[in-house]
């Protein structure tokens, strides 16, 4: 795959900018608020909402994020959704934000999540029509543009470490740049007393207590999913050895924000892989569920009775 000299270049941390990396589909849910009588709220007022869509798309579709230069396929699928419950002037708004990210497995059709989260609570911004948004890591500019662009970085950490050990560094220091820009006393989400925040992804990513959680994501994809392609068993073995780096993770911080998102989104790809593999292996995954997630332990419990 192209993806080598990708990785090669990011580890040796070029990070001028040149390519536009991601496929972005944004998709904005105003139906709650021309359902109620709040003010701006009407029907004739909906095409805020579509410049919204395209604006953030622009965003970050036409944003250069890193030096990469990616060509059409390769581009990183991701989704930004934000469904609106209140609004409460022309340019004042809140509602739930979500993302999701998919990754490509190697020489197949198939795409597999890597990131699939909901923010708790509102996200309460400000967007005006006539204003791009602007963005700089380093520098506040708004609520909007700062949130998308962090979670811009930390998917980039993702996806790279993903392909490579550690080739999610840069993007990880940049997400923790745009936190370290943001005053968390004028604006939630963005301190470390809540243990479900954007402050968490940063720090689970960059703290080296838990490196075996960048482990898991690169031998759980890339020696695990792109090679089911050329050797089931093989894959199969490594995607078990993944499993049980988070069971060391589980040890330092069974409550890990970053470990429990990656069962969440990995929980069905699990059981649909290990559903025709040999007992012992259905044993092994299910022991490992047990320890790091017993909540999602119930949807492996049948390999348990084998």
């Given at each position: 795959m192209r993806k080598t ?137 708004s609520v909007l543009s ?105 040890k330092v911080n069974p ?52």
């Amino acid at each position: 795959m192209r993806k080598t000299l990708s990785i090669v270049l990011i580890l040796c941390g070029f990070l001028s900018l040149y390519g536009q990396e991601f496929r972005c589909t944004a998709t904005i849910n105003s139906q709650k608020l021309l359902t109620t009588t709040q003010p701006y709220g009407s029907e004739n007022d909906k095409k805020v909402f579509e410049t919204m869509k395209q604006a953030i798309e622009d965003f970050v579709n036409g944003r250069r994020w890193t030096n990469l230069e990616l060509q059409q396929h390769e581009k990183i699928e991701c989704t930004f959704s934000i469904i609106l419950n209140q609004r409460t002037t022309a340019t004042d708004f809140a509602g739930q934000f979500s993302i999701q990210l998919k990754r490509p497995v190697y020489n197949s059709t198939y795409t597999t999540g890597l990131f699939n989260y909901m923010e708790l609570g509102n996200l309460a911004f400000s967007f005006n029509e006539s204003q791009p948004l602007d963005f700089d890591p380093n520098n506040f500019t708004s609520v909007l543009s700062s949130v998308i662009g962090y979670y811009c970085y930390v998917m980039l950490g993702l996806y790279f470490d993903s392909f490579a050990p550690a080739g999610g560094d840069p993007f990880y220091q940049l997400a923790q740049q745009v936190v370290q820009a943001v005053n968390p006393a004028t604006y939630s989400g963005w301190d470390s007393k809540n243990s479900r925040n954007r402050y968490w992804f940063m720090e689970n990513h960059t703290n080296g207590a838990y490196a075996d959680l960048r482990n898991t994501y690169y031998t759980y994809h890339r020696l695990g999913l792109d090679l089911m392609t050329r050797d089931q068993e093989i894959a199969r073995q490594n995607i078990i050895h993944a499993l049980d780096g988070l069971r060391e993770v589980a040890k330092v911080n069974p409550n890990l924000l970053s470990m429990q998102q990656f069962i969440d989104v990995k929980i069905q790809e699990i059981v649909s892989i290990f559903t025709p593999a040999p007992q012992k292996e259905q044993k092994q995954v299910y022991d490992i569920m047990r320890d790091i997630s017993p909540i999602n332990a119930i949807k492996v419990k049948a390999f348990d009775k084998k």
